[in-house]
């Protein structure tokens, strides 16, 4: 079955008293732009420093302080717009979004709302082994992220770290083509992975360098076809927005109460409120927040204070040919050039680390063999431990060095798991291991046969055993490697015992 025939997933729906109503999200991911200075200052953009460390006279708001555009943010921005397959406008300018709040020092922030870096591209999502979906990206525009409120340290009062203020964002804005709270995963997982690849965000949820604005609409059969027809996003409902997601598992969560929730105010009469709301995870609930800002509230104008943004091609095109290969194309060529199957490509493609440790590894034409150590031992171990592939205590240098050994048929399989724990232990190399232990296999034919030939001659009754049961071959064999310690190679000495056992294999 080819992608042009697999057949995309249905839409979730929800089955409510009168009617059966299905699931529309659009989502607003914000990304960190990977940058060792903020957007508009030379403040350092480190995670975990103290609070207010990381802060400028910029990004503090001082008086006469004037932004300067970090133009290696345009070119990360510009680089994921590539790795999204999206349109890169030449165009582009910036607006202050004015509004108060206590981590904000300027009163506004500044973004791009009529003239984003980025135009429309396309997130290739794939939910099950047999279907694909195209999720529509509509723009990306950067913008200076604001600051943090603590709220936890003092029950009377609230402290502010400005150390996030003015750090660069990509706000990546997709088109409503979600149709189940799976496929919102998915879509933000996927996009996760790109931006990893592509090294412009490093995607960590858990630091809030990746978080998600989720808006949720509920509509009848039927009207997604109109909207589809007519483009027109009144046919999608009235949609609330879920504020500040940064778990894959929350926002599945978010999305199924917040569909059922607005199922039961319409199937009731009642009016959706166009509004932003919040996910409690203690509850499993969402809850208001505030009423949702339309662009008028927020009394945008262009930044006085920053020129246009005019992009060369020519500037454009070097970012291009910088690309990295990205996931889908890794995937392919490990399918291609390994051998290996759909479901192994992904694993060893679910992020760049794993990808470059598989092809560090892979020898020759065992690509299965590797994909299999990998996926099984050493991804087993990584997870039992709760360590990271970068940390892991095998190198990709020293398991090619195991493996080496056991496709030579110097050491066997048993042998190869026993010298990667030993390996994972003490870091030591594989090939000091082999001597320090004597772990090299037997393969001298002339020695197994004599080991062979004895064994028949000391047991003739099981000898005569075989024309009638051939299992017997596997207690001559089993016999061999006893004597050997199980260093006798079992392919020659399956061969010689029933060579001399006059036993067909």
């Known amino acids: 079955m080819t992608n042009s025939q697999k057949k995309a997933p249905l839409p ?18 914000h990304a960190q732009i990977k940058s060792k200075s903020k957007l508009f200052s030379e403040a350092p953009t480190n995670f975990g420093n103290e609070p207010n460390a990381n802060v400028s006279l910029v990004d503090a708001a001082m008086p006469g302080m004037l932004p300067v555009l970090n133009n290696f943010c345009v070119d990360q921005a510009i680089k994921t717009g590539l790795g999204l397959k999206a349109k890169i406008n030449r165009f582009s300018q910036f607006d202050r979004k004015n509004y108060f709040y206590p981590d904000l020092p300027q009163g506004y922030q500044i973004s791009q709302l009529y003239y984003p870096l980025v135009g429309e591209g396309e997130v290739t999502v794939q939910i099950e082994e047999d279907s694909k979906r195209t999720v529509g990206i509509e723009r990306i525009h950067i913008e200076q992220d604001a600051g943090k409120s603590i709220h936890d340290m003092d029950p009377n009062l609230s402290f502010i770290d400005l150390n996030r203020t003015g750090v660069g964002l990509m706000e990546i804005v997709s088109r409503p083509h979600i149709r189940s709270s799976n496929e919102a995963a998915a879509y933000l997982k996927k996009l996760r992975q790109i931006l990893q690849y592509l090294d412009t965000c490093d995607g960590n949820m858990q630091e809030g360098s990746l978080r998600a604005d989720v808006n949720v609409s509920v509509i009848q059969e039927g009207a997604y076809e109109r909207y589809v027809q007519t483009n027109d996003l009144s046919n999608l409902g009235t949609r609330c927005e879920i504020k500040n997601m940064n778990s894959m598992r929350f926002i599945q969560q978010a999305i199924d109460f917040e569909a059922k929730r607005q199922v039961a105010i319409l199937e009731d009469g009642g009016q959706i409120v166009q509004e932003t709301r919040l996910y409690d995870p203690d509850s499993g609930k969402t809850k208001s927040m505030r009423s949702k800002e339309e662009a008028h509230d927020y009394r945008y104008f262009p930044c006085p204070d920053l020129p246009p943004l005019a992009i060369s091609q020519d500037r454009i095109d070097r970012i291009r040919e910088k690309l990295p290969e990205l996931p889908d194309e890794k995937k392919s060529r490990f399918i291609d050039d390994f051998g290996l199957t759909e479901y192994d490509a992904g694993v060893l493609t679910i992020d760049k680390a794993s990808a470059d440790f598989f092809e560090e590894v892979v020898i020759d034409d065992n690509g299965k063999l590797v994909a299999n150590w990998i996926i099984n031992e050493l991804f087993g171990r990584l997870n039992k431990e709760g360590l990271q592939i970068a940390n892991s205590p095998v190198s990709a240098a020293y398991l090619k060095e195991i493996l080496s050994y056991l496709v030579k048929s110097e050491i066997s399989s048993k042998m190869a798991k026993e010298l990667f724990d030993l390996v994972w232990t003490t870091n030591k190399s594989p090939t000091d291991l082999i001597e320090e232990h004597g772990m090299r296999q037997v393969t001298d034919h002339g020695h197994i046969q004599k080991l062979v030939e004895d064994l028949i001659n000391e047991n003739p009754q099981q000898a005569q055993k075989v024309s009638s049961n051939p299992k017997v071959v596997g207690w001559f064999v089993g016999q061999v490697m006893k004597a050997t310690h199980g260093k006798a190679n079992p392919k020659v ?11 067909d294999q």
């Open 493 to 503: 000495t399956n061969a010689l015992v029933a060579e001399k056992l006059g036993v």
């Open 12 to 29: 979730q729906t929800i089955q409510g008293n009168k009617s059966k109503w299905e699931i529309v999200v659009g989502m607003e991911v």
